[in-house]
């Protein structure tokens, strides 16, 4: 039983399911803005949300809020959220938290990309083509601004 020490601490990590969490489309002032003349205004918000759900599984989503305006008028606006969860164990806090910030968003982001685009599409309106994220810049970021707040506890958490 000399190989089973090595085994239970060799590095696990595994996507355990891909999910479409959340999806929002509203057009709160059509039809009358269909007739509207005037180049859209796009803004797109993401958000990047992480937390434990079981012992070494952990559930990260990504959420893109895609608002149109025209005319200081919105055209449409598009949330949605995609989920997976990841089953990642035998990792220092080091290593885990990059993987969970950056590596877990990345392999979630072209599935919402392609989401925001089919609805916007569906809707009746040219596709949202969200552009390339650099999740490790944003990564980075957010660990500044909460620099202080986790006091080595742990997971990064918002309630995305």
Partial sequence: MADAA?????????????YLKDLS????????ILLEQGQPQVDINLAVGAGAIADGVYEVTVTATVTTKVNDKTLFLVEAKQGGIFEIRNLPEEQLQPII??????IIYP???AIVSD????AGFPPV??????????YEAQQQA????????????SAN
């Fill in 119 to 122: 609805v916007c599409t569906r």
């Fill in 111 to 113: 599935y919402l990309r």
């Fill in 101 to 106: 910030g950056i590596a877990c968003p990345g």
């Fill in 6 to 18: 090595p085994a239970a601490a060799t590095p696990v990590f595994q996507i355990q399911r891909l």
């Fill in 146 to 157: 909460q620099a202080g707040k986790t006091n080595g506890s742990g997971i990064i958490t």
């Fill in 25 to 32: 489309l509203e057009q709160p002032n059509s039809p009358q």
């Fill in 129 to 138: 083509l969200l552009s390339e994220v650099n999740f490790q810049a944003m």
